[in-house]
């Protein structure tokens, strides 16, 4: 079987604009107001790639480490500060925490995957580190997002507890692990049931994106596992990390649960 | 009598309106200092402070004449034994919440859990051995009160820092802790209790008691 690259032309990308459409009509007939947001996010999410398209081009073609490493630290930045804007309140600023937290899960799958998984050569590739690294971090990121939340809210729900356990003398970590490895559950929980239902309920991104660009389904089958199983052990690290490294910050030198905490 | 805590001119900024806990006072062996004040005056707040738990914004703390940044969070909160108003206990059975204080990674070598002593407290706080084997989520707040209670008790340590322990507690079975409290106290030397609680009947029992009002 021919499995062959189907181009999309300019003429055919216009027709996605129908799909834009439809979105608006929706947005529309219920007064949504996302119309605005939704025209907005269109052009951005298209300017956004075609010049991710030009960017990716010109790295692949120079392929050198001084340009990929700097690159995949700025996407880890944007990951870091992404997965902590959202959390309001917390002790101290989280972002620096997360950037380590994320870095440190990213390059430890990522190296393993393509030194070890996908071997190219050179072993540096661009072509391969910065869609793999891509990847991991976005799920790391939500990952870290989800635990970080759920340990802020577990900590605040349960001072009582926290405060009694300190009391009868607990170290901070022994006061709140129970809470830690719900915060931990939370963030791996998407990644677990991804796993479970791949290919079942859906064909991924990835997977999907090869197949559409020529792959042969049981090559692309192999990739998409990888990816997988390298996604659940990035959140893993990252939200272990994370976690790991953010819970001194809920106590004060006095092994005492943090002003801020009970402010929340 | 050996002074066992001073504390001296602590103060906290509440957040709401411009008030400001002050207090200062000290206890020594075999004595009960209540606490007194109307509701939002700081009580519990001061209980919190003498717990560490909370920072006080100025002052200063002693247990046995050493100031509390010279003594280890985890040392102090162990011979000043904190009970909040609402009881706490923890996922398993009314057992493993005895036992829990002895299973932490800095329980003290010295210290062991007592059966004898558990099932002692018990009785006198009107309880049976029947609960043990109990899930300590279906106690009632009364029990969960004496559980606490009874939990700290075994942890042996020198203050306790009582926040209400009667609240939740019928008439019967608050004179039975307070027994069990007077008992304690003057069971051993180097003992103390700062007590919180809005009846008086808490209070008369004890014989050296001095007041605090805040």
Request: hydrophobic fraction near 45%; charge should be neutral.
């Amino acid at each position: 079987m021919d499995y062959s690259y189907i181009q999309i032309s300019n003429t055919q990308l216009i027709f996605s604009v129908i799909l834009v459409l439809i979105t608006g009509g929706i947005a529309t007939l219920l007064k949504l107001g996302l119309l605005k947001s939704l025209l907005w996010g269109t052009i951005r999410a298209f300017l956004q790639l075609t010049i991710i398209g030009y960017a990716l081009t010109f790295i692949f073609a120079v392929n050198k480490l001084y340009i990929i490493i700097p690159i995949l630290l700025l996407q880890c930045y944007i990951a870091a500060r992404e997965s902590t804007r959202r959390i309001h309140k917390a002790p101290d600023n989280p972002m620096l925490l997360s950037f380590l937290a994320l870095t440190a899960s990213t390059f430890i799958v990522g190296l393993i995957v393509v030194m070890l998984i996908i071997s190219p050569q050179p072993l540096y590739s661009a072509q391969v580190m910065i869609p793999i690294f891509g990847m991991i971090l976005g799920n790391s990121m939500n990952g870290i997002a989800l635990s970080l939340d759920r340990m802020l809210a577990e900590i605040n729900g349960h001072i009582d507890q926290v405060e009694q356990l300190l009391c009868l003398g607990a170290s901070p970590w022994e006061a709140i692990k129970t809470d830690m490895q719900t915060a931990v559950k939370a963030g791996m929980t998407p990644t677990i049931n991804a796993l479970m239902v791949v290919g079942l309920v859906s064909l991924p991104g990835m997977m999907t994106g090869q197949i559409l660009a020529g792959m042969n389904p049981h090559s692309a089958v192999r990739y998409q596992f990888v990816v997988m199983v390298m996604m659940t052990a990035a959140v893993a690290i990252g939200c272990l990390l994370m976690v790991g490294l953010y819970y001194k910050k809920i106590f004060t030198d006095d092994m005492a649960i943090v002003e801020q905490m009970r402010k929340n | 009598m050996q002074l066992l805590m001073e504390f001296k001119d602590l103060t906290r900024r509440f957040e709401r309106d411009d008030y400001f806990l002050q207090a200062s006072g000290s206890l020594s062996e075999n004595e009960t200092l209540a606490v007194r004040g109307p509701s939002g005056s700081g009580k519990s707040t001061l209980l919190k402070i003498l717990a560490r738990l909370l920072a006080p914004d100025t002052g200063n703390m002693f247990y046995k004449g050493e100031a509390y940044r010279q003594i280890p969070p985890q040392k102090w909160r162990r011979e000043i034994q904190y009970l909040s108003q609402k009881p706490v206990v923890f996922a398993g059975s009314v057992q493993d919440n005895l036992r829990l204080p002895f299973n932490l990674n800095c329980s003290p070598p010295q210290i062991n859990y007592s059966q004898d002593q558990a099932s002692s407290y018990l009785e006198a706080v009107g309880l049976s051995t029947a609960i043990l084997p109990q899930s300590a989520s279906t106690l009632s707040g009364g029990e969960a009160a004496r559980i606490a209670l009874i939990r700290s008790l075994l942890v042996q340590p020198n203050i306790l820092l009582l926040d209400e322990p009667t609240a939740y507690l019928d008439d019967s079975s608050a004179g039975q802790v307070i027994n069990l409290l007077k008992t304690w106290l003057v069971e051993k030397d180097q003992r103390a209790l700062v007590i919180v609680s809005h009846k008086q009947e808490d209070i008369k029992g004890f014989n050296q008691v001095k007041f605090l009002d805040l």
